[in-house]
């Protein structure tokens, strides 16, 4: 099981833009949409899909969070002819952040916010460069600007089999903003490629909740201790949400969290759904009471 899942928060288009991002990439399928009544939001429609092999999670529920450059997804691709496709396809109705074309640390490349507000990094790189196609790039802005180095420090020190892997500092004079410090550092988390960067421009767009990561835990004691080394902002505390002290927001849950609320039959769903709205950090054993209440 993928240790930790990117997920996505649209307003309604959760499973359209699922769909659409599967037929960009080979090796991608839907897994499950579900649908969970009478949320806070409302209807909220649950999809988990895989993207070239790897897991991601999508909501639609409300128009409450915004996606922004903080987090966009870097894509490793092995032609010219295959970043131009991916182009072509995340820029009609989309908007330019970078233009495609020659850079001094990519030989073509170029950053576009899709349709649906999502951010792509589209890359070109050798074959067999990398192993893992796509991978989330944190780009700490605003009020989290100069806090890379000390972010991923913080995050593998958190999670076991991880490491740093390149840190590349700015030169004098290469950002606008002199808190940016980091012009790029990747590292890996559980298996996981990331990558990272300081904003080099002086912008006041921070991380938020439309983007989060998912922590899939093996028992109430693994819960405890990601929710402790994590959660910083208390009144961000919800149904396993917390955001830390960077400002980048975790869903800390059971990895059996999906078979608890979506598998037995609607009544016993509805009973752990309804359980999970009340709390805070999640309580394995009390969702487990309410899945089986009669």
């Known amino acids: 099981m993928q240790k930790i899942i990117p997920h996505l928060w649209y307003d309604k288009e959760a499973k359209e833009a699922a769909q659409f991002y599967i037929g960009l990439f080979d090796n991608?399928?839907?897994?499950?949409?579900?649908?969970?009544?009478?949320?806070?939001?409302?209807?909220?429609?649950?999809?988990?899909f895989e993207l070239a092999g790897q897991e991601f999670q999508a909501i639609s529920a409300g128009p409450y969070f915004k996606f922004n450059p903080t987090i966009s997804l870097m894509v490793a691709c092995e032609s010219v002819e295959e970043v131009n496709s991916k182009w072509e396809a995340l820029i009609d109705g989309g908007t330019e952040l970078m233009p495609l074309g020659e850079y001094p640390f990519n030989r073509w490349y170029g950053w576009v916010?899709?349709?649906?507000?999502?951010?792509?990094?589209?890359?070109?790189?050798?074959?067999?460069?990398?192993?893992?196609?796509?991978?989330?790039?944190?780009?700490?802005?605003?009020?989290s600007c100069g806090m890379t180095e000390?972010?991923?420090?913080?995050?593998?020190?958190?999670?076991?089999?991880?490491?740093i892997g390149v840190v590349?500092?700015?030169k004098t004079g290469e950002a606008e903003t002199p808190k940016a410090k980091v012009n790029y550092a990747d590292f890996n988390l559980c298996g996981m490629e990331f990558s990272a960067m300081d904003n080099g421009m002086d912008?006041?767009?921070?991380?938020?909740?439309?983007?989060?990561?998912?922590?899939?835990?093996?028992?109430?004691?693994?819960?405890?201790?990601?929710?402790?080394?994590?959660?910083?902002v208390p009144e961000a505390e919800q149904c396993g949400w917390v955001k830390d002290k960077f400002g980048v927001s975790w869903q800390v849950v059971p990895d059996n969290?999906?078979?608890?609320?979506?598998?037995?039959?609607?009544?016993?769903?509805?009973r752990a759904s309804d359980a999970m709205l009340k709390?805070?950090?999640?309580?394995?054993?009390?969702?487990?009471?309410?899945r089986l209440a009669k």
């Open 28 to 48: 991608s399928k839907l897994l499950n949409v579900t649908v969970i009544e009478d949320t806070p939001s409302g209807d909220s429609e649950f999809v988990s």
């Open 113 to 143: 916010q899709d349709k649906y507000g999502l951010s792509w990094q589209l890359m070109l790189v050798k074959e067999g460069q990398t192993s893992q196609k796509i991978k989330p790039n944190m780009l700490f802005s605003g009020e």
């Open 150 to 163: 000390e972010a991923i420090t913080f995050y593998t020190d958190i999670f076991e089999e991880a490491e």
């Open 168 to 170: 590349s500092k700015y």
């Open 203 to 232: 912008v006041d767009f921070n991380f938020n909740e439309a983007f989060s990561l998912i922590v899939n835990c093996k028992d109430q004691e693994e819960i405890d201790y990601f929710w402790d080394m994590l959660s910083a």
């Open 257 to 270: 969290m999906e078979e608890v609320l979506f598998k037995g039959p609607k009544d016993e769903s509805r």
């Open 279 to 290: 709390m805070k950090k999640i309580d394995i054993s009390e969702l487990e009471k309410a």
